[in-house]
């Protein structure tokens, strides 16, 4: 059965692998059952100036929720509604 820290090394891998995320922090590791379930804060290319083509260096941060199996499997993931910021 793999440890906090496995899953941890997981978690980071896959969003850089999918999201091509620069900086992947885990911030939640909890046993659940036979698996995992995690959230991970990924600072990413902003996905609205990449619709619009432009380059950037802007960053967005996004935190997913992340299921994996017993074996490290990732089972399943989304990215969380963050909150409209307000003056």
């Not at 059952?33 to 100036?49: P, Q, R, V």
């Amino acid at each position: 059965m793999p440890n906090v820290e496995e899953v941890g090394k997981a978690v980071v891998a896959f969003l850089q692998r999918t999201h091509s995320a620069r900086e992947v922090k885990v911030i939640k590791v909890a046993k659940v059952g036979d698996g995992w379930e995690t959230d991970a804060e990924a600072y990413e290319d902003s996905s609205f100036l990449k619709s619009l083509g432009l380059p950037t260096k802007v960053q967005d941060r996004n935190v997913y929720t992340i299921r994996l199996g017993k074996d490290l499997e990732i089972e399943s993931y989304e990215r969380m509604d963050q909150p409209m910021q307000t003056d």
